[in-house]
Nanobody
């Protein structure tokens, strides 16, 4: 069993910053890719950014230059630093990790989501 705990969401004014964290725990042998997705009201869930075990990163065009994804393998944690936030960044942000469990089974796990609201 693997659990993901997200934190760092909240209300911020346009132009402000937030840092999201997602910590994985449980029956983990290793973690491959980690990423952040978001879902705004009335819209489909979309990729924001992801990072491989080799620290190769990928970003949605809408967040390039403003958001930075990173990971701490010793803590099984992925971060999303969000700067220059815009109202259109308002969404529930979800963490997704590809975990190889101690039974050597690889599967994706999702967090429950953290709400980010950008508003004046």
């Amino acid at each position: 069993q693997v659990q993901l705990v997200e934190s760092g969401g909240g209300l911020v004014q346009p132009g402000g910053s937030l840092r999201l964290s997602c910590a994985a725990s449980g029956s983990i042998y290793s973690i491959n890719a980690m990423g952040w997705y978001r879902q705004a009201p009335g819209k489909e869930r979309e990729l924001v950014a992801d990072i491989t075990s080799a620290d190769s990163t990928n970003y949605a065009d809408s967040v390039k230059g403003r958001f930075t994804i990173s990971r701490d393998n010793a803590k099984n944690t992925v971060y999303l630093q969000m700067n220059s936030l815009k109202p259109e960044d308002t969404a529930v942000y979800y963490c997704k990790t590809e975990v190889v469990t101690t039974n050597y089974v690889a599967r994706n796990y999702w967090g429950k989501g953290t709400l980010v609201t950008v508003s004046s």
